[in-house]
């Protein structure tokens, strides 16, 4: 009877014990593998980005400074591109292709150096 009472099914044992982690294991930095920057391909005969669209976007541009906040700039990028709308163009399709517009400096020479920036999606490739 002392037997059950002490297995009564609340073992010490934990089934799947937490993998615990060394303060070296913190501080060591994964190696940043970043996606294919790919366009989704546009349907539309006639699309075309305002220069004064482009201009607006430039206007509130990102560079990385310790003042700016990446997540302000996204926030604001985004309502900037929500109130355009192309018959034929996805909103991720302008996105993707104001984005270039909205970074400076380092910021623009980051994106630009991400592997497969700037290609198009097979469909979009010009023959």
Known sequence: MADNNMNNGNNN???NPPQWRTMRDF???TPYEPTRFLRPAIQANNFE???ATLNMIENSSFGGL???DPHWHLTRFEDLCDTFKYNGVSPEAVRLRMFP???RDKTR???YSLPGFGQFNDKE???
Do not use: D, R, T
């Open 66 to 68: 310790p003042n700016e």
């Open 109 to 111: 020479g980051w994106l």
């Open 101 to 103: 517009f909205s970074l």
């Open 49 to 51: 980005i305002k220069p």
């Open 13 to 15: 044992q934990i089934a």
């Open 125 to 127: 490739k010009v023959a």
């Open 27 to 29: 501080a060591q930095l």
